[in-house]
């Protein structure tokens, strides 16, 4: 069984770039979501997908856009990069989108220079 | 979801064991008590949940009071490898299941 997985594992953008980040969902999940961890604080639920929906959605601006393809895999966009992006970007699957647990990737590091 | 409250860090000694309390005042009838811990350098990952009664399993014990205001994660001896940050959440058994809110934790420190 593949655990998730997400890539790249580091990324430095210039502010006001855009960058987009990969995420491969653990065998047999259908519900993706993505969390920003700031160092030294818990993740942020940025939002979820579920049968390439969206799916709910937390308090983060527009400028942060997913996807989630048929085989549930996801990507998560984040355009006009501002310094404040720095963070770890992780990203969970599950089997549902009600009830049991979140499976969590290593994360992909991003710095905004 | 409500809010839990833990101590900032705890110390350890291997081999012993650890109790890692958690406050939830405001706790719901409907919300589960859910443990994760964050190794260093990687993703959450899930230790245990529960709603009522204390639960067990491979990697810990969670004693809930009788009240459910509170809660405590029990780690019976620990190891270098339990050395983490641990989060008490809670999640209401209807609520999206992507969406856990994440306090800052409790940094365990074991000491050989």
């Known amino acids: 069984e593949t655990g998730v997985t997400q890539s790249p594992t580091h990324l430095i953008k210039t502010r006001g770039q855009q960058v987009t980040l990969r995420c491969s969902s653990q065998?047999?999940?259908?519900?993706v979501s993505w969390y920003q961890q700031a160092l030294g604080q818990g993740p942020q639920f940025i939002f979820q997908?579920?049968?390439?929906?969206?799916?709910g959605r937390g308090n983060f601006p527009p400028r942060f856009s997913g996807l989630q393809f048929p085989n549930y895999s996801s990507e998560l966009n984040v355009n006009a990069l501002e310094l404040d992006d720095s963070a770890l970007y992780l990203c969970?699957?599950?089997?549902?989108?009600?009830?049991?647990?979140?499976?969590f990737g290593p994360g992909t590091r991003l710095t905004v220079t | 979801d409500a809010k839990t409250t833990q101590p900032n860090s705890m110390e350890s000694n291997e081999e012993e064991p650890v109790h890692l309390p958690c406050n939830h005042s405001?706790?719901?009838?409907?919300?589960?008590i859910h443990w994760y811990r964050q190794l260093p350098s990687q993703g959450p990952e899930y230790v245990i949940h529960?709603?009522?009664s204390n639960v067990n399993n491979r990697m810990a014990s969670l004693a809930i009071a009788e009240d459910r205001k509170s809660s405590t994660l029990i780690l019976h001896r620990a190891t270098l490898r339990d050395a983490a940050v641990y989060y008490c959440i809670l999640r209401d058994v209807g609520g999206s299941q992507g969406n856990l809110i994440f306090g800052k934790g409790t940094k365990l420190s074991v000491k050989p």
């Open positions: 997908y579920y049968r390439e929906e969206e799916n």
């Open positions: 405001t706790i719901s009838g409907t919300d589960y």
């Open positions: 969970a699957s599950s089997p549902g989108v009600a009830g049991g647990d979140l499976y």
């Open positions: 065998s047999g999940h259908n519900t």
């Open positions: 529960g709603l009522t």
